[in-house]
């Protein structure tokens, strides 16, 4: 056995349109594939390699609380953190970590998709 490579991470959404529109109008990243059927209702958006599985199960009736276990945030790699901020806060993101420079030269900045997963802007200077 060999693992070659990671293929896509699974995140829940109670409003895969809500979550789909962040993902492709916000951040700009195209969706690639779709389930849908028998109760499944799923959307895969390119990460740039990695696919993230947008899972809509309605019903939650709440986001829900930030993750504590498992997976704790996903991080994106940007040519510039701060020009991909500036854009992201125009369209309406907020940020509760502005892009700041972290030990061996990491330029980053923490915000949240809209059911609570942290998403990561960095960039390796």
Do not use: C
Not at 37 to 62: C, H, P, S, Y
């Amino acid at each position: 056995m060999a693992i070659q490579r990671s293929h896509h991470i699974g995140a829940v959404t109670p409003d895969l349109a809500r979550a789909e529109a962040f993902y492709t109008q916000v951040l700009g990243l195209p969706v690639v594939d779709r389930l849908q059927g028998d109760g499944m209702n799923i959307a895969f958006v390119d990460l740039g390699g990695t696919w993230l599985e947008l899972i809509e199960q309605k019903e939650r009736t709440e986001p829900p609380a930030p993750n504590r276990k498992g997976l704790g945030h996903l991080a994106l790699e940007v040519d510039d953190v701060d020009a991909t901020y500036r854009d992201l806060v125009a369209k309406g993101v907020q940020f509760h970590v502005p892009p700041t420079t972290a030990t061996g030269g990491i330029r980053l900045a923490f915000f949240r998709d809209p059911d609570g997963l942290e998403l990561e802007l960095f960039h390796r200077e």
